[in-house]
């Protein structure tokens, strides 16, 4: 079965610093690679994904996401963080073989001013 | 807007007393899901119904049940709540079952059990 490790349970970070969201997913022939975010008191929001194609996924909200298969990983960036960017970060993965999608334990970012 | 609603938000209910909590869906979606978020936990899947086909999963309590008794709504059946089953549940759904299928949330529902 697969798994997803969020490395980091609490990100703080300044407005306007560079922020990078760590996730390593356990191999398999196929993967399908998340990232939700969730807003409190609110539900998941995808934003972006990987399916295929190119490694450097371009999302909602500036953010951006490269999947690195020899490093089974599929970190989260973005360049220069708002605080409307506080909230809990998900990371999830399926596969092609049927197996049902996986969520990390997630990570909050907290932007501070 | 195509989108996932849960109703209500916020719901209180007795310990032992039935709850039923409700979502609908106008994107038309195959497979409709329902999760439950603990504080700070990630999204557990308790069970989907691919069109009217139910999928239990297998570490859901009995105390658990769902029904879609059509392809707009589903809800989620509590039977006789207990504290422990105070927490967020999510309703999601997606086009296929397909993993490369992304799912579409709604804002939830926070249960309190009092």
């Known amino acids: 079965a697969q798994s997803v490790t969020q490395l980091d349970s609490q990100v703080p970070v300044f407005e306007e610093a560079p922020v990078e969201l760590r996730c390593n997913y356990s191999?398999?022939?196929?993967?399908?690679l998340f990232w939700y975010v969730q807003y409190p008191n609110q539900g998941l929001q995808l934003l972006l994904k990987y399916l295929s194609g190119s490694t450097l996924v371009k999302g909602i909200n500036g953010f951006e996401a490269e999947f690195n298969k020899s490093q089974t990983s599929f970190h989260l960036r973005k360049p220069s963080v708002h605080i409307s960017d506080t909230a809990e970060y998900f990371c999830?993965?399926?596969?092609?073989?049927?197996?049902?999608?996986?969520f990390g334990a997630g990570t909050i970012l907290r932007v501070k001013s | 807007d195509a989108m996932v609603i849960q109703n209500p938000r916020y719901q209180v209910t007795q310990f032992g007393k039935p709850v039923t909590l409700s979502c609908s869906q106008t994107l038309n979606h195959n497979v409709m899901y329902w999760y439950q978020q603990k504080s700070s936990q990630a999204p557990k899947l308790l069970f989907h119904y691919y069109d009217k086909d139910f999928n239990n999963e297998a570490d859901t309590p009995d105390n658990f049940q769902s029904r879609r008794p059509n392809t707009s709504f589903c809800f989620l059946d509590i039977r006789s709540p207990g504290l422990g089953d105070a927490a967020m549940y999510l309703c999601a759904t997606s086009r296929a079952t397909a993993g490369n299928s992304p799912l579409h949330f709604g804002n939830g529902t926070r249960l309190t059990v009092t």
């Open positions: 999830a993965v399926s596969d092609g073989a049927g197996n049902k999608l996986v």
């Open positions: 191999s398999s022939v196929s993967v399908y």
